[in-house]
């Protein structure tokens, strides 16, 4: 079910919030956030419901080990354990058949015979954001982050909260364990306008801004090869407001609906195409998981502590990683290690950098990613390739059907990507005119969700 | 902004998101429910969806329905989003008490045989008197039962559960199969189960049950923003993402011509014969003690590809379906027509006057289509005057 779904608007939301506010007390609340969150699942694929409910047990006995046991090997075991089956879940799934295919090609130059079966497998929606909640909570646990919880339902809860569910964002059981524990005192309307707020801006951003771009430049990069220089440009720098106001839109939604649930979910994205550096963008970025690969892993691997050569492993292998999280393609791997290699780059020249004017610190830094993105963006290397090619030789090629709507559209975009405030920097008081006037765009948004099956946001493949 | 409400001692917000966008969706909602109260004729093209929205359980459309519509257009033209390329045409579309596509009084007449198939035994672009089973009872004398509906699997259940509401003359049903439509199989145990205890249903009670399902999933509101919104996919404002569905392509003498995508490529595509249906279909049918012919109809791509401007080549065991087909029914010695080469043939012809069996805009055989094809089965079927008064069909003694 997607947040931009009348069933969603106009059945599961009405009916989760009135049971919700209607029930007393912690516990008939967290068991029904945790119904609520299975019952979102299950409109995907209602057999995997068992696989994050296995997920959700390993990890709440975990953490009750953690509880229980003081002695370091036990703890330890309470560690590797769940977070080995989370990510043998997460890596069977999403990467089985990537490694598969990538060992028959392998086996045969070592001179073995063996083919490993490539599996007619379905990745499970969310794995990949509900798997990095378990293992945040187990090691939060065993780091003494937090203290793990004895309610089963409420860890359920945190785990199958639907608004962050199925894409984000990664919140760590710390930030939203006093929302849980309030539960029962949280008011509902303080944070009813706010929420509204927040996810009236995340549906207009999602189906006004991105959907329309989607339209355009979905059918150009269809036929890439028959592209011109200024269509391939127009469409990377679509996808570039696309991606980002659809996942913006979507973590907008995100929090919109934790405020009506009387919980703060963190911030997703600070405005990254105002950052002035690649390092500067990343922070910006799917904080949520830039800031999960830096403390799980980039740290843990010894960070910037050590010489400059491990600070550039250290950042190549976690950005490598990034890559390969957002799916099982070489070409993530590669869009990692060029982020990889944009990081260590700006290390090496940081105070040249930041002496240019700020305007060609952003533009730079914009422009990078871009490039970036075209990678990301690319269905194979056949198309990476010919994308950029086509960027940086000219091709007379064919118009693009919409690109006058694309322009006024990338226009709008821009305005509120570089200059405007973001979701988390207004105050979310507005004036009745305001009022109005989201009122109608909202109601242009329904008009489109009435007239069109609902676009599925794009970081629900990841 | 607050404003007061009552006494002024409770203060509401009312101009704020938290109030106005619920209170919004609730409007529409509203807006949205009562629409479904109302008729969608408006809101419709062509008769098909209008009739098919409370469509009783076991019938083809709602009963007892009069659709006129002046304006009505090819299901390709809508497919695609071609307006363009629409062929407006009139058309009257007539059901009767049991929801099927026929004259209300064909109840009172004893019927010589039941023609069951998908939309081409419906007729679908065709107004109720050029329909294929209006040209049979014209052309033959004797009343063919219209019981074409959208399932293009046809179940003998389902037949005999009409039958049994027929004044029967005699106990054929012709079966219509058109090439391009899903390869049948037969249905599950759970699937005959479900058709037989429909068939058992009061028919008050199938009529509410289709009132139900169509107010449940129908929604005029619906149909009225994908008409605005497939008005800016156009291919100018926004790119026409629905041009995907349909081949367009041209013919030698210049015209555009619009076929299904998914019926082209299935064209194309080496098709294995599943012919348990078929021999299901004959047995539960002979159980029953009906006879049945089959008549096979080449689907548009089939007839027009030759003329068609560079067309695809085909490729080797491909677009040879209803061919084969027709051979494994003759060794099952199940009674069998194939109107490919005679519809072929005269495709060239009338194409050579600038005239068509088929709706350019439509994947359908228009009135010339279906009194060409009349008129072979009249040809080669022997269901003459005389077989008209007898109970049992001779078309299965001559093969």
């Not at chain 1, 973001?422 to 009745?432: A, K, L, V, Y």
């Not at chain 2, 045989?113 to 040209?135: C, H, K, P, Q």
């Amino acid at each position: 079910m997607l947040f931009n779904s009348l069933a969603f608007l106009y059945a599961f939301l009405p009916i989760t919030y009135v049971v919700f506010w209607r029930l007393t007390g912690k516990m008939p609340r967290y068991v029904w956030l945790a119904i609520s969150g299975y019952v979102f699942y299950s409109f995907w694929n209602y057999k995997f419901c068992s696989l994050m409910l296995f997920s959700t047990t390993v990890s709440y006995l975990a953490g009750r080990g953690l509880l229980r046991w003081r002695d370091p090997g036990r703890r330890r075991l309470c560690v590797v354990i769940p977070v080995a089956l989370d990510l043998a879940l997460l890596g069977f799934f999403k990467y089985g058949n990537f490694a598969a295919a990538n060992l028959n090609g392998v086996l045969p130059w070592l001179g073995m015979r063996a083919t490993l079966p490539i599996l007619d497998l379905v990745l499970p929606v969310g794995i990949s954001f509900y798997t990095f909640h378990t293992i945040t909570y187990i090691i939060d646990s065993y780091r003494g982050a937090i203290t793990p919880t004895r309610n089963f339902f409420k860890f359920a809860a945190y785990v199958s909260l639907f608004s962050q569910l199925v894409a984000g964002p990664i919140v760590r059981f710390r930030q939203i364990d006093q929302d849980f524990e309030h539960i029962d005192r949280a008011d509902r309307t303080a944070d009813l306008q706010t929420g509204w707020s927040f996810f009236v801006i995340g549906l207009l951003e999602k189906v006004l801004i991105a959907d329309t771009i989607a339209a355009v430049i979905d059918p150009a990069l269809a036929r890439y090869a028959e592209l011109s220089t200024v269509s391939a440009w127009l469409c990377v720098l679509g996808f570039a407001y696309q991606v980002y106001f659809d996942f913006g839109g979507y973590s907008d939604m995100a929090v919109g609906l934790g405020y009506m649930f009387g919980f703060r979910l963190p911030q997703n994205f600070n405005s990254p195409y105002k950052a002035t550096d690649i390092a500067d963008l990343w922070r910006r970025w799917h904080i949520s998981l830039s800031s999960f690969f830096r403390d799980y892993v980039y740290f843990p691997l010894g960070g910037s502590r050590g010489s400059r050569w491990l600070t550039a492993r250290n950042l190549m292998i976690t950005m490598v990683l990034v890559g390969l999280w957002h799916g099982a393609n070489w070409l993530y791997v590669i869009f990692g290690a060029y982020q990889g290699l944009l990081l260590i780059g700006h290390r090496m020249i940081r105070a040249r950098w930041q002496r240019l004017p700020q305007w060609a610190q952003r533009s730079a830094t914009f422009g990078l990613w871009l490039l970036g993105l075209a990678i990301f963006r690319a269905s194979g290397f056949g198309m990476a390739a010919a994308l950029l090619e086509t960027m940086f030789t000219w091709h007379a090629g064919a118009g693009m059907v919409g690109a006058g709507a694309l322009i006024v559209t990338l226009a709008l975009a821009a305005v509120i990507a570089h200059w405007a405030p973001n979701t988390f920097e207004i105050r979310h008081r507005w004036s009745p005119s305001w009022v109005a006037g989201c009122a109608v765009l909202f109601g242009i948004c329904l008009f489109v969700l009435y007239g069109a099956r609902p676009a599925p946001y794009i970081y629900f493949q990841f | 902004m607050t404003t007061s409400i009552g006494t002024g001692q409770r203060r509401r917000p009312v101009w704020q998101l938290g109030f106005v966008i619920p209170c919004l969706l609730a409007v529409v909602g509203l807006a949205d429910i009562g629409l479904r109260f109302m008729s969608i004729d408006p809101f419709t093209f062509r008769a098909w969806e209008a009739l098919l929205r409370n469509r009783p359980p076991g019938a083809a459309f709602e009963p007892n329905r009069d659709y006129d519509n002046a304006r009505s257009y090819g299901d390709l033209a809508a497919l695609g989003n071609f307006p363009a390329l629409r062929q407006y045409r009139v058309e009257r579309f007539t059901t009767d008490a049991l929801g099927f596509r026929n004259p209300p009084r064909i109840l009172n007449e004893e019927i010589s045989a039941i023609l069951a198939g998908d939309s081409f035994v419906v007729g679908s672009g065709v107004n109720d008197d050029e329909t294929l089973s209006s040209r049979l009872t014209t052309s033959m004398g004797c009343v063919v039962y219209n019981a074409g509906s959208d399932a293009g699997r046809v179940v003998p259940d389902e037949i005999l559960s009409v039958a049994r509401r027929l004044n029967l003359r005699s106990r054929l049903v012709i079966r219509l199969y058109t090439d391009g439509a899903a390869v049948p199989v037969p249905p599950t145990r759970r699937e005959i189960a479900a058709v037989r205890l429909i068939g058992r249903l009061p028919a008050d009670v199938r009529a509410v049950a289709g009132k139900v399902r169509g107010f449940l999933t129908v929604s005029p509101l619906q149909s009225l923003s994908g008409r605005a919104w497939k008005a800016i996919d156009n291919g100018r404002i926004l790119p026409n993402k629905y041009a995907d569905n349909v081949v367009r392509a041209t013919l030698v003498n210049g015209d555009t011509m619009l076929f299904q995508a998914t019926r082209v490529d299935n064209f194309h595509r080496r098709r294995d014969l599943s012919l348990g249906y078929w021999r299901w279909l004959r047995e539960d049918l002979s159980k029953a003690g009906f006879d049945l012919f089959v008549v096979l109809v080449p689907g548009k791509y089939e007839v027009y590809r030759p003329f068609l401007v560079d067309p695809q080549p085909l490729s080797p065991g491909a677009g040879d379906y209803l061919n084969r087909l027709e051979r494994a029914l003759r060794a099952m010695d199940v009674p069998v027509l194939n109107l490919t080469p005679f519809l072929s043939g005269e495709a060239a012809r009338s194409l050579q006057r600038g005239k068509y069996l088929y709706w350019l805009d439509d994947n359908h055989w228009n009135a010339q289509g279906t009194a060409l094809a009349a008129a072979a089965i009249r040809a080669q079927w022997p269901l003459t005057a005389t077989a008209c008064n007898t109970t049992r069909s001779p078309a299965v003694q001559t093969p």
